[in-house]
């Protein structure tokens, strides 16, 4: 090895992570995917050729290559406690007294001190709390909250978290280093999780926390890489030598070290000026791109923290300020249990209509029968019902001391409610699952899914048609769809020439839809609309990807094993292979096409960020966010500082407005036609 290669190996690390610095923390990426995507090729390939040159740092080293076996418990080498909840402004006074007292001040409220009257208001992200150790400026360590002395060892998966950084940013870093944050899952990345689960029958996460902290446990680095977890840095612990005189300076130097820390922060000089910083963010927290469920409070001086110390539970010295939790009791009517596409049987208990963050619930999902069990739930039964951030709102507990003497107890079926057909549980999963092929509730589903926006994209074809068409046995399998005629569909109830016709020409229309559509609407298990991109990236056509076995399709990035295996499984089924052929013959894609438009793609939007909003009035929200991509821009969820554009339609809601205070551009669909066609007079920076 040259010291030439050395160095280029050196370089290359420096770029990537200066690079990963900018885009996952700053929000602000200052190297194209693209460009981003061969530094980081050529590394892989120097460090393949001499191992040697891997460093723990290395940006190639952020996800393991195997499933870890299980976690090792270490104990914390400063306890990580929880806080002191106060649950309003008045509870907040006393917590405040409460200190005061215990320094021996006065109850009237002279605290003697600026220090001592001085806070830090933060938001209380609601995810999951680790302890991370860094030796000589390297990330060595990476552990769960735990019980507070001990917690799980886990570096592997903690290194998947690109906005924690493997080596300190900054000079002589002192020698041990103790950050402690929240990782959890922004609402966007929970959203598209549950939605792909709901695609393929499985089970709903039930909230973005739940969702971080199993996400953390997860043996398998790449399924937790996969996830897109992020982290807010909230607290710092230096060696003796390094010490720091305010809770404030510590946020500061964490972002100089290279942490993302939450931009909201306030001090606060008083007890009234917490309770504002309270009051506002109880209704803009709802606008922000994470949950959150209060606001932590912590006295600003270090050497007032240390003369208050901890009791057994909590530091005397912060204590978090909660909201209400969206939650309301009412009475469960019923329990039915619906069947998805992939055969996942699922109870859903009907409530007595509830007014809950807004919306009238009267549906709550039960998961499986497992949850049933655990709740010891009953038809009849007064409940509590959350919705946090959920798609559907969840049971969270009983109150059986109002249970009614006539509550029925609920056992899962044995046999599916639509064919009739013994259910099984599968090993090591929590479902009931219908496994008859033929069964009318497994192929409405896979029609709905294959008609779905996101798939093959076939207007008029709604749920009650696809009820019809399996009803009257005009169709017994996606291809079928493709032999309907206009005469045919003129038999069904109030179908008329006009609206058949309508029906047949979108179905023709579909065969055009690219093979990234095609794996997508096949419906397979586990197989959401952006891995469907990815596989059919790796394998441009469905002849490569039957030959592909699953471990080399998890050695794809953000492939995991459970999808893996799926695949691979899927496409040694006879009867999924005989599927294919016929869809081939009808004229479907199962080809990538290679655009030469796209190898020397616009970069006119090149280092601007967009955000699209609304109903807009020609184009769909995928084709708009389409085109900007195309044209070299990138595409956010949430409007921020750094947002450059916002293209808003009608009923644009919340994003609008915070655009409007942050000063964003706002522009309409017609603008960003325009400029794409380079029209100078409509927006110039």
Not at 170 to 185: H, K, Q, T, Y
Not at 625 to 630: D, H, P, R, S, T
Request: a negative charge.
């Amino acid at each position: 090895m040259t010291p030439e290669i050395q160095s280029r190996a050196q370089q290359l690390r420096e770029k990537i992570q200066a690079a990963s610095y900018a885009y996952y923390v700053l929000d602000n990426p200052d190297l194209e995917d693209s460009i981003y995507d061969r530094l980081y090729r050529e590394l892989q390939d120097l460090e393949s050729q001499y191992p040697a040159l891997i460093t723990p740092d290395s940006p190639t080293q952020r996800v393991g290559e195997r499933p870890a076996a299980g976690f090792s418990s270490v104990r914390h080498n400063i306890p990580l406690y929880s806080l002191e909840n106060a649950f309003d402004l008045a509870e907040f006074a006393k917590w405040e007294a409460g200190w005061q007292r215990h320094l021996g001040l006065a109850l009237s409220g002279a605290v003697g001190t600026k220090e001592s009257a001085e806070y830090v208001c933060e938001l209380k992200i609601d995810g999951s709390a680790i302890a991370l150790t860094y030796e000589q400026g390297l990330l060595v360590r990476g552990v769960t909250r735990g019980d507070g002395e001990s917690g799980e060892d886990i570096t592997q998966n903690i290194r998947t978290i690109r906005s924690i950084p493997l080596k300190l940013n900054i000079p002589n870093p002192p020698p041990i280093v103790e950050v402690r944050g929240e990782a959890f899952l922004p609402i966007a990345v929970f959203d598209q999780l549950n939605q792909e689960r709901q695609q393929t029958g499985e089970q709903l996460l039930a909230n973005p926390r739940n969702a971080a902290a199993g996400t953390l446990r997860q043996l398998d680095p790449k399924m937790v890489a996969q996830r897109k977890l992020d982290f807010f840095a909230y607290t710092l612990h230096l060696s003796d030598e390094a010490q720091i005189n305010y809770h404030w300076e510590s946020l500061e130097l964490l972002q100089q070290m290279g942490f993302k820390v939450n931009p909201h922060r306030e001090l606060c000089a008083d007890l009234t000026a917490v309770g504002a910083y309270y009051d506002r963010w109880n209704t803009e927290r709802l606008n922000l791109a994470y949950m959150t469920d209060g606001v932590v409070v912590k006295i600003n001086s270090i050497a007032l923290q240390q003369q208050l110390g901890f009791t057994n539970k909590f530091p005397r010295w912060a204590v978090a300020l909660k909201y209400p939790a969206e939650e309301a009791p009412t009475r469960v009517i019923d329990i039915s249990v619906n069947v998805g596409r992939t055969g996942a049987i699922t109870p859903l208990a009907h409530l007595a209509p509830v007014q809950l963050a807004g919306t009238t619930v009267q549906r709550a999902t039960l998961h499986n029968g497992d949850r049933i069990a655990q709740l010891d739930l009953r038809i009849g039964d007064t409940v509590i019902v959350r919705k946090a951030g959920e798609i559907i709102p969840e049971i969270v507990r009983v109150l059986t001391d109002l249970r009614p003497s006539g509550a029925q107890v609920f056992k899962m079926p044995t046999h599916c409610p639509a064919c009739e057909s013994i259910v099984i549980k599968p090993v090591n999963e929590a479902v009931l699952r219908c496994i008859n092929p033929s069964c009318p509730a497994i192929l409405k589903g896979s029609l709905v899914h294959w008609v779905s926006r996101d798939a093959l994209d076939i207007s008029g074809l709604g749920e009650k048609l696809v009820e019809q068409l399996v009803d009257s046995k005009f169709v017994n399998s996606v291809a079928d769809l493709y032999d309907l005629t206009v005469p045919k569909l003129m038999t069904l109830e109030r179908m008329g020439e006009k609206s058949a016709t309508k029906i047949v020409e979108a179905i023709a229309s579909s065969k055009s839809k690219p093979w990234s559509r095609v794996l997508y609407g096949l419906g397979i298990r586990h197989i959401g609309s952006s891995n469907s991109s990815i596989l059919t990236e790796k394998y441009p056509s469905v002849d490569r990807l039957i030959q592909a076995n699953a471990a080399q399709i998890e050695g794809i990035y953000g492939v995991g094993v459970e999808i893996a295996q799926s695949v691979s499984t899927w496409f040694k089924q006879p009867l999924n292979l005989a599927l294919i052929d016929r869809l081939q013959s009808v004229g479907l894609q199962f080809e990538q096409e290679i655009s030469i438009e796209n190898n020397d793609a616009s970069q006119l939007f090149a280092g601007k960020t967009f955000v699209v909003t609304g109903t807009l009035p020609t184009l769909k929200r995928d084709e708009a966010k389409a085109l900007i991509q195309q044209n070299g821009g990138k595409m956010t969820d949430s409007i921020s500082a750094k947002t450059d554009y916002l293209v808003a339609g009608e009923k644009a809601g919340s994003k609008l407005a915070k655009a409007e205070k942050l000063g964003v551009k706002i522009i309409a669909e017609s603008d960003l036609l325009a400029m794409i066609k380079n029209d100078s007079s409509i927006i110039t920076d």
